[in-house]
């Protein structure tokens, strides 16, 4: 029995290790790049976080919206992005209250 557990488990384990290396992000080659205009900063990016739940829904149905703005100007928008997305899903204010017995 301790044999057959190993062969299921070693698929399992390359198929895990597989779908997390493909969840890796890469550089973005549109980094610093304008489209035409200028590049996404800081207030975008805050921007971009808190309408992404609805830009992901356009994203589904067409294709000239996407969530998340390759054209950016690197960390900054990236810290935007992150703080208006947080800042829209309650961002760790849940987690503050205090319990009432």
């Known amino acids: 029995m301790r044999g057959s557990m190993r062969w299921i488990l070693v698929p399992v384990l390359v198929v895990l290790?597989?779908?997390l290396a493909s969840c890796a992000a890469?550089?973005?080659s549109q980094q610093g790049l304008p489209d035409g205009g200028d590049v996404a900063g800081f207030w975008l990016g805050l921007w971009?976080?808190?309408i992404a739940p609805v830009s992901f829904v356009i994203s589904l149905f067409t294709d000239n919206v996407s969530v998340y703005e390759v054209h950016n100007s690197?960390?900054?928008y990236d810290f935007g992005f992150?703080?208006?997305a947080g800042i829209l899903?309650?961002?760790g204010g849940v987690g503050s209250k205090r319990?009432?017995?």
Do not use: K, Q
Request: proline share 5%; no cysteine; glycine share 34%.
């Open 17 to 19: 290790a597989v779908g």
């Open 26 to 28: 890469g550089p973005n």
């Open 99 to 101: 319990w009432r017995h």
């Open 74 to 76: 690197g960390n900054w």
């Open 82 to 84: 992150v703080l208006g």
């Open 89 to 91: 899903f309650g961002g």
């Open 48 to 50: 971009h976080g808190f």
